[in-house]
């Protein structure tokens, strides 16, 4: 079983639209959780940074984490064509967290 | 700008040849991570570095290898080169072992 699961779409949503990308992960111990954009051909971009369980929210984006279902979530509300990236969950682990495990990566593109 | 530099962004070589990929972490970031991202793959993790030293290692071939200097740069080592080994080849850092990692740009290597 991968540490880290996640659709790998693709997703393709009107405008204004609100999305929902989602993992599930394996390790009940894992304890952060992040999300990264990666534009086509570039380097990932770290969007959110969750500790624990909970809502983290950060403009249009709303990072959710559930513990006792080992799945986390990144919504993104009004969606706009230039949220049209792949969208990344990661989860730092391993021994003494000397491994980084990322999802596949969700293909979202959005239509004007 | 993630503050992560990459060098070179592209190289294209032949079958058989040896490349070096340069990465500057951010000031101050003590770990550095690589990964290999074949067209539409995921991130495959290569090998991580924290302060000097081997931290963990996925799934890289023996042909490659990489080191990590006293002021923190890293260098991947490519050698006896294949096709498909074509690829764009990142680096992140990160402060600390848990922490969010920042991607740099990418170098993107194209075996002939």
């Known amino acids: 079983q991968k540490e880290v699961e996640q659709d790998p779409g693709p997703l393709s949503v009107p405008e204004g639209a609100i999305v929902s990308l989602n993992c599930t992960y394996s390790?009940?111990?894992?304890?952060?959780f992040m999300w990264y954009r990666q534009y086509s051909r570039k380097g990932p971009e770290l969007l959110m940074y969750?500790?624990?369980?909970g809502n983290k929210e950060d403009g249009r984006f709303t990072a959710q984490v559930d513990k006792s279902s080992k799945y986390i979530s990144l919504f993104i509300r009004d969606s706009q064509p230039s949220d049209s990236a792949t969208y990344l969950c990661a989860i730092p682990g391993g021994y003494n967290f000397n491994k980084f495990y990322f999802g596949s990566g969700t293909k979202l593109n959005v239509k004007p | 700008d993630s503050g992560v530099t990459q060098t070179p962004k592209h190289l294209i070589t032949a079958t058989g040849q040896r490349v070096t990929l340069r990465c500057s972490p951010r000031?101050?970031?003590?770990?550095v991570y690589w990964y290999q991202q074949s067209l539409d793959q995921g991130l495959q993790f290569l090998i991580h570095y924290y302060n000097g030293e081997e931290r963990a290692k996925g799934n890289i071939l023996e042909r490659f290898s990489a080191q990590q200097f006293p002021d923190l740069h890293s260098e991947l080592n490519l050698s006896s080169l294949e096709l498909g080994d074509s690829a764009l080849y990142f680096c992140a850092s990160s402060p600390r072992l848990e922490d969010e990692q920042y991607f740099g740009p990418g170098t993107r290597l194209t075996v002939t």
């Open positions: 390790n009940s111990a894992f304890q952060y």
């Open positions: 000031s101050g970031d003590l770990s």
């Open positions: 969750t500790y624990s369980s």
